[in-house]
């Protein structure tokens, strides 16, 4: 027999078993790929599950919010009002009805004038200013 026909060449033997383990890992980093592509496909379709929930709720709260000032402007008719007051509660318009004007006259020492002309002012803008700003409409789009 000859020597030369039983020899098996090695390097060949190298080459494949790497090209093997390469197309393995190949394989597996696209499977991990695809994965992820199809775990962020899930959490998206998530995510606009509950967008479209917080849409629904927000046309919900305005629609609500426009039958209430609806209500509230029913409400706060002088009409209704009076013959609420006049069907529910016994009122009855009074005859006597009068307007009384009243002068304020102040008696202070200038010095206590001085120091109280400016402090009222203020004091009476900061509360207008504090009761305009809790009495505006609040929204979200604000």
């Known amino acids: 027999m000859n020597s030369h026909t039983l020899e098996l060449p090695c390097a060949n033997d190298i080459r494949t078993g790497g090209r093997g383990t390469t197309w393995i890992l190949l394989c597996g980093a696209i ?7 199809v775990a962020l496909r899930l959490y998206s379709l998530n995510l606009e599950y509950q967008l479209a929930d917080i849409q629904r709720q927000i046309v919900l709260r305005e629609e609500e919010q426009s039958r209430l000032e609806k209500d509230l402007a029913g409400l706060l008719n002088p009409t209704r009002v009076y ?3 006049r ?26 004038h001085e120091e ?8 009476r803008k900061a509360l207008v200013w504090l009761a305009d700003s809790v009495s505006r409409k609040a929204s979200a789009r604000q």
């Open 116 to 123: 109280n002309r400016a402090g009222p002012g203020v004091i």
């Open 31 to 37: 499977v991990v790929l695809l994965m992820g592509l």
């Open 87 to 112: 069907s529910e509660l016994g009122m009855k318009a009074s005859a006597n009805m009068g307007l009384v004007k009243v002068a304020a006259i102040r008696k202070d020492s200038p010095v206590d």
């Open 83 to 85: 013959s609420y007051a």
